[in-house]
């Protein structure tokens, strides 16, 4: 089956790094991203993955992907008050649709 | 220049009326799609457009009926709406269907039902 999961919620402060994990069951993912959505606006891709790398960086942005337990991640360095948003992890499967989780809330604190 | 532009923005509306939300991308993509997001956030998708043809059909009551005149637009008109459609309606386009995941979203369309 496709199902996609995460926590609900993360709290940081300022200046730490923040972790936001997600795990899927559909090995047959070709690719997996992170999405960010700000209040009140549309999804942003913010970095993908493909399922044969187990990690890639950008800039602030590390994603770590364990094929063989299923599960990713994405690490924020630096977090900012500006991060706040809710955090969507997606696979896309041979059948051609994006499977979405359900979302990491995560709220920095100053 | 907005890249996925949804209109309206918000939609309030009573049972039982039929209502369309219009939804153009200026990218050139061939792929279109609408997902729905309910109020937990879940975000599922509805409809997958390539080239003006259907190529994604979730199990989605046949209330809603997707049109796309061509591949820079799709519109979503929904007959009868009931209470349980109110959700945030998000259209997005990619490159094409195998770039699904580089999609570019559009700002959302908040509909309520009343």
């Known amino acids: 089956g496709e199902d996609v999961e995460q926590s609900l919620f993360l709290s940081v402060r300022e200046g730490d790094s923040s972790v936001i994990n997600c795990t899927y069951t559909?090995?047959?993912?070709?690719?997996l991203y992170w999405y960010k959505q700000e209040p009140g606006a549309g999804l942003q891709l913010l970095t993908y993955i493909f399922s044969n790398m187990d990690m890639k960086q950008d800039q602030r942005l590390t994603v770590l992907l364990n094929k063989k337990d299923k599960h990713l991640s994405l690490r924020i360095a630096d977090t900012q008050t500006g991060d706040s948003a809710i955090y969507f992890c997606a696979e896309s499967n041979q059948g051609g649709k994006l499977i979405f989780g359900q979302g990491t809330e995560l709220s920095v604190k100053p | 220049d907005t890249a996925v532009s949804q209109t309206p923005k918000y939609l309030v509306t009573q049972m039982g009326n039929d209502k369309s939300i219009k939804c153009e991308q200026n990218l050139g993509h061939d792929t279109m799609y609408w997902y729905k997001q309910d109020s937990k956030k879940f975000l599922k998708i509805m409809f997958s457009?390539?080239?003006?043809?259907?190529?994604i059909n979730e199990t989605v009551p046949n209330r809603f009926s997707p049109k796309s005149p061509d591949k820079a637009h799709l519109n979503l008109h929904i007959n009868s709406l009931e209470l349980g459609d109110s959700a945030v309606y998000f259209c997005a386009s990619s490159q094409d269907r195998p770039r699904q995941g580089k999609a570019f979203f559009g700002q959302g369309t908040r509909l309520t039902v009343v």
């Open positions: 457009y390539n080239n003006k043809e259907l190529i």
């Open positions: 559909d090995s047959s993912s070709t690719y």
